[in-house]
């Protein structure tokens, strides 16, 4: 089976930096996302990582470590607007079925930015 | 504004009616999804389809009767639903084969069944 666990709730200061953890236990790994999602509204897109290493695009930053199954978000100089829910997701290989792009997803982590 | 629109944005229905929900991609995508968002749960991948032709179904009831009848619109046709039916169905559309292949989604449809 596919099992993905992240941080139900986070808590941070505005200004400071957060890390949001994912762990995953999937077969056929072909990529993990990262995406935000603000209440009432659609999960949006942040990252995609497929090598080991850091991916670095503005103030959100995700690492993945494939042999350790694990993956990160970090977020920089947080602000309010950052306050929302982050989905961790799982790309499944599909090679035989051809069957497009099966996502796995993770409960989500909903991160609070307080003054 | 992600490209892919849904309606009704909130929708309340009775266990006997029937119902639709429809999706609309605008980016050029060759792949669309229903997703079933509950509170609490992971999103939960309903039905895949692929240059309309449908490749995946997640172990969903009946009830649940998807519809493409181009790469542009997707359909959920619901009825006899239950009352845990009450969800946030949510529509995406991907392009198969681009570099990172994320999908893109629409902003879901609120359904309660009383």
């Known amino acids: 089976g596919q099992n993905i666990d992240q941080p139900t709730e986070m808590t941070a200061t505005e200004g400071a930096i957060v890390q949001i953890n994912c762990t995953y236990q999937?077969?056929?790994?072909?990529?993990l996302f990262w995406y935000q999602q603000h209440a009432g509204e659609a999960p949006t897109f942040l990252s995609y990582?497929?090598?080991?290493g850091l991916e670095e695009k503005g103030r959100f930053s995700s690492f993945l470590s494939r042999s350790k199954g694990y993956s990160y978000l970090l977020l920089k100089e947080l602000q309010m607007k950052d306050s929302a829910s982050y989905l961790c997701?799982?790309?499944?290989?599909?090679?035989?079925?051809?069957?497009?792009?099966?996502?796995?997803f993770g409960t989500g982590t909903q991160l609070k930015v307080e003054l | 504004e992600t490209g892919v629109t849904q309606t009704p944005r909130h929708l309340v229905m009775g266990m006997t009616n029937k119902k639709s929900l429809k999706c609309e991609q605008h980016l050029g995508h060759n792949a669309m999804y229903w997703y079933k968002q509950s509170a609490k749960k992971p999103l939960e991948l309903m039905f895949v389809y692929n240059f309309k032709e449908q490749t995946e179904n997640n172990s969903v009831p009946s009830r649940f009767s998807p519809e493409c009848p181009n790469s542009s619109h997707l359909f959920l046709h619901l009825h006899t639903l239950q009352p845990e039916d009450s969800a946030l169905y949510l529509c995406?559309?991907?392009?198969?084969?681009?570099?990172?292949?994320?999908?893109?989604f629409g902003p879901g449809t609120r359904l309660t069944v009383l």
């Open positions: 999937t077969s056929g790994f072909n990529g």
């Open positions: 995406a559309s991907s392009q198969v084969r681009a570099v990172f292949h994320e999908q893109f």
């Open positions: 997701a799982v790309r499944l290989r599909d090679g035989l079925t051809g069957g497009g792009n099966k996502l796995t």
């Open positions: 990582n497929v090598l080991d």
